[in-house]
């Protein structure tokens, strides 16, 4: 018998006498209960809707260059303050972490990215509403 045979049947036998093992241990029933954990946030699906929300207003910009009319308005303002709104909270969430500035500043941002959010919503609506909208506005600029 060659030595490479004696290694070759070695090298078979052990790894059968860990299949053995393997085998019988997973008869063995569990005796801690596994519990699953909850992620609050998906962060994935979250940036996945920002990136086609982002995509989406693509069309709204030439559209809105030649279609006037309140609704047009209403549909850029709530694009518009959506978008702007993702993009200052994940600066806010970049930038504003509680181990960098404390835990009660990162608190004040976040809430000051949803007061400049609520009060950009309220400025364009009401430049819509009592004044000519932003589409006319967006014509009026550009044809100066």
Known sequence: MS???????????SRLL????????????????V??????????????IERYWAAGMLPIFPAAYFIHGPYMDAALTIALTLH?????????QDYARPILIG???AKA??????VISILLLAGL?????????????FELVFSL
């Not at 519990?35 to 699906?45: E, G, L, P």
């Not at 702007?84 to 806010?92: N, P, T």
């Not at 941002?109 to 949803?114: E, K, L, Q, R, T």
């Open 84 to 92: 702007i709104h993702w993009g200052l909270f994940a600066v806010m």
């Open 35 to 48: 519990t699953t954990t909850t992620v609050a946030h998906d962060h994935a699906s979250h940036f996945k």
């Open 18 to 33: 860990l299949a053995k093992t393997f085998a019988a241990s997973s008869v063995v029933p569990r005796t801690r209960e």
């Open 103 to 105: 835990e009660s500043a």
């Open 109 to 114: 941002a976040c809430a000051s990215v949803y």
């Open 125 to 137: 609506l009401h430049f819509n509403y009592n004044d000519v909208g932003l589409t006319r506005a």
């Open 3 to 13: 030595v490479l045979s004696q290694v070759c049947r070695h090298t078979l036998r």
